[in-house]
């Protein structure tokens, strides 16, 4: 039996949005052990603002990756089907409320659940980060008490 390796990636900020943090892009590709690989891209938090869209395909676009984008503010049919033809689905930031709205009305996040399961990665930056998770605890958390400056 082979396991799946699942993985969520979380970006806080940058990234091809922002247009810095390259290295962070190359991160997230870098967790994918195939050369040729099919990434997508989801706006839902920017209601699909065109201007990011076309970022996200500037960004990636090379002969080695397969670029696509799925417009969730606008259309729900065929969202699953292409959600599972992914390799690495890259969530946009800005309105975290609106996209978890939208998601939970449409109950898309047994959808998201899925994917993960079958190890689509999925990653995102700002509300694409923050959205997978329920809460955060900082009570396990350890911080360094003198860092340099």
């Known amino acids: 039996m082979s396991s799946v390796t699942k993985k969520i990636i979380a970006v806080g900020g940058g990234g091809f949005i922002h247009n810095s943090d390259r290295e962070l892009d190359q991160f997230i590709l870098s967790q994918?052990?195939?050369e040729h690989l099919k990434i997508g891209f989801l706006g839902t938090a920017?209601?699909?603002?065109?201007y990011k869209v076309n970022l996200f395909y500037e960004r990636?676009?090379?002969?080695?990756?397969q670029l696509s984008h799925f417009?969730?503010?606008?259309?729900l049919d065929g969202f699953r089907e292409w959600l599972f033809e992914q390799n690495?689905?890259?969530i946009g930031g800005w309105n975290t409320n609106y996209m978890l709205n939208l998601w939970s009305e449409n109950n898309l996040k047994v959808i998201f659940k899925e994917a993960y399961e079958k190890g689509i990665i999925l990653s995102g930056v700002s509300a694409g980060a923050v959205c997978w998770f329920e809460s955060?605890?900082?009570?396990h958390l350890t911080l360094p008490t003198n860092r340099e400056v």
């Open 32 to 34: 994918f052990s195939k």
């Open 60 to 65: 990636f676009d090379n002969q080695k990756n």
């Open 46 to 50: 920017s209601k699909d603002d065109e």
């Open 88 to 90: 690495i689905v890259y």
């Open 71 to 75: 417009n969730l503010s606008k259309e």
């Open 136 to 139: 955060v605890s900082y009570t």
